[in-house]
Nanobody, 133 residues
Framework: QLQVVESGGASVQPGGSLTLSCTAS????????IAWFRQAPGKEREAISC????????WYADSVRGRFTTTRDNAKDTIYLQMNRLKTEDSSTYYC??????????????????????????WGRGTQVTVSS
């Protein structure tokens, strides 16, 4: 069973940078997709990125494209979310979620379903990011 844990949340000033980590454990020999979501108080959980370990394909929400980047460290089974030029509206609890990829869903990150929180069963507990001066 695949499991994921986030880390790296902190308080930063607007315009600053921060890197979050999502480390997988368990069945990491399987191909999987890692999606990053965020949720601010009183708001719906929002998908912001998806990374596929099949082909390293990526998807980003418009709200973060050009500022956030996902990378992978294979040896550590970790996906990183590098966040640059942070804005106050980026303040949220950030979650990573995982989907095990099979032949039938190998293009997961390119599909609309990858952006739906209800499609994921594997979640981390979240890490808080606060952007404030």
């Amino acid at each position: 069973q695949l499991q994921v844990v986030e880390s790296g949340g902190a308080s930063v000033q607007p315009g600053g940078s921060l890197t979050l980590s999502c480390t997988a454990s368990g069945s990491t020999s399987d191909y999987y997709a890692i999606a990053w979501f965020r949720q601010a108080p009183g708001k719906e959980r929002e998908a912001i990125s998806c990374f596929s370990t099949v082909d390293t394909s990526r998807w980003y929400a418009d709200s973060v494209r050009g500022r956030f980047t996902t990378t992978r460290d294979n040896a550590k089974d970790t996906i990183y979310l590098q966040m640059n030029r942070l804005k106050t509206e980026d303040s949220s609890t950030y979650y990573c979620a995982a989907e095990v990829l099979r032949p039938g869903n190998v293009a997961w990150c390119s599909g609309f379903v990858a952006r739906l929180s209800g499609e994921y069963e594997i979640w981390g507990r979240g890490t808080q990011v606060t952007v404030s001066s």
